[in-house]
């Protein structure tokens, strides 16, 4: 069955204004459909992916649109469209707009620069073949450039794996289990997931493989103290809550309060009682001060590029101009000297990034340890073989989407030497 005509007039009004990167894709198109509600969930599913295929491949795409004139605009929603629901699919075309919509869609890509093919500003393109090289830069792309599969965690606090697994069956929505986190289901399609009552009862959340794998390492257990020091929306301190078997204390910072409110109804579903959200001002809060030395577990999820969620928010490519790199460095430099202040000796940090950029990981962790000569390196192999997690890594933990099948992620871990003395007394 064909989309009418309108959708396509609907798709250039949302994407005119999505690229001009004053917010983020997901934030404008959820705007565009409250203030549209007469659109049906076909056409809004279609609107959407046609706005993260032009998000995805925009150089290509922008590079055909601007060729031998007609609408830019226009034509980006053409090839958008095409690519998330098929040719066929479209109504509305002109006799012209569909044969030169036909040539555009027979073109080799193959062939198209390096650059072009990669699908990103030059200066992230140069990044990544500087680390990669330019074969495997080329082979990352393509995967940053596919949609991401919908990664569930199971609450083993309300279900098995297994359980969930057949249960989705029945609905029935196809899953399997992920092959590194122990609690992961990966779902083949896309299904609404909030009217299950799997949802309802807090025993799935959605959340990509390789973000439990990050909860999973830092190896939270029953009774314990520990902080996820940017909790965000809480994904991985539901996680890190149902580890602990909702014992011990979970405290789940954040500088925003929008952020850890997200985290309430979430938490309220899990069944977890452990978890303590405190909104702070920023790293050196008195809060946190409180607590210095007294914590045995600190995740620190640091802001960052989000170059490694390429999958899920390719407008992040286009929004950040190369400096803000930079600032990030400096930012995550102090957020983790700050978290550092609340392990006890024998206490574990972990820092860990959704980037793929040397600058924010590697960097990062080197002139942490060089400043600080109370924590040592602890390798992620051993760690991961503590976690019975079977994915063979070096000193760190580098998950790609070309060789994982999930977000691109990073993490170091680092241990309080025991008898260390602490930073500030």
Not at 79 to 94: C, E, I, R, T, Y
Not at 316 to 343: F, Y
Not at 347 to 363: F, H, I, K, P, W
Request: hydrophobic content about 45%.
């Amino acid at each position: 069955m064909r989309l009418p005509p309108f959708i396509l007039t609907s798709a250039e009004d949302v994407l005119r204004e999505i690229l001009r990167f004053a917010a983020p894709a997901d934030t404008t198109l959820s705007r565009f459909f409250k203030d549209h509600p007469k659109l049906g969930g076909r056409e809004r599913g279609a609107i959407a992916e046609c706005i993260y295929a032009v998000l995805r491949n925009k150089a290509f795409f922008t590079d055909r649109a601007e060729a031998g004139g007609g609408a830019t605009m226009r034509r980006l929603v053409l090839l958008g469209m095409a690519d998330a629901v098929g040719f066929d699919a479209l109504g509305g075309l002109s006799t012209d707009e569909a044969e030169w919509l036909k040539r555009q869609l027979e073109i080799d890509r193959s062939l198209l620069h390096k650059s072009m093919r990669a699908n990103m500003p030059k200066w992230l393109f140069d990044k990544l073949v500087a680390q990669y090289g330019e074969e495997e830069t080329l082979v990352l792309a393509d995967a940053l450039n596919t949609p991401a599969p919908l990664d569930l965690r199971v609450n083993a606090m309300k279900a098995s794996r297994e359980d969930v697994i057949a249960e989705l069956a029945q609905a029935p929505i196809a899953a399997d289990p992920t092959p590194f986190a122990p609690l992961g289901v990966r779902v083949h399609k896309k299904p609404a997931l909030q009217n299950l009552p799997l949802f309802k009862s807090g025993a799935i959340e959605v959340q990509d493989e390789g973000s439990q794998v990050l909860a999973q390492i830092l190896g939270a257990k029953r009774g314990e103290m520990v902080v996820d020091f940017c909790a965000g929306a809480g994904g991985k301190t539901l996680a890190l809550g149902a580890q602990m078997r909702n014992t011990g204390r979970l405290y789940a910072f954040d500088v925003s309060e929008k952020r850890l409110a997200k985290l309430k109804p979430r938490l309220a579903r899990s069944g977890l009682s452990n978890v303590h959200p405190v909104a702070i001002a920023h790293e050196r809060d008195a809060k946190i001060k409180r607590l210095a030395g007294k914590i045995d577990r600190v995740l620190v999820d640091a802001p960052c590029s989000g170059m490694g969620t390429l999958r899920r928010n390719p407008d992040v490519k286009w929004r950040q101009p190369p400096e803000a790199i930079t600032e990030m460095h400096e930012k995550q430099i102090s957020i983790l000297d700050g978290a550092a202040r609340l392990v006890k000796n024998g206490g574990r940090l972990v820092y860990a990034t959704c980037s793929l950029l040397n600058e924010e990981n590697d960097a990062v962790a080197a002139q942490f340890l060089e400043t600080h000569p109370d924590f040592e390196l602890v390798p992620m192999n051993k760690v991961l073989a503590e976690q019975k997690i079977e994915l063979d890594m070096g000193d760190y933990l580098k998950l790609l989407p070309h060789k994982h099948q999930t977000d691109g992620f990073f993490a170091a871990v680092f241990e309080r030497k025991p008898m260390a003395k602490k930073a500030d007394e």
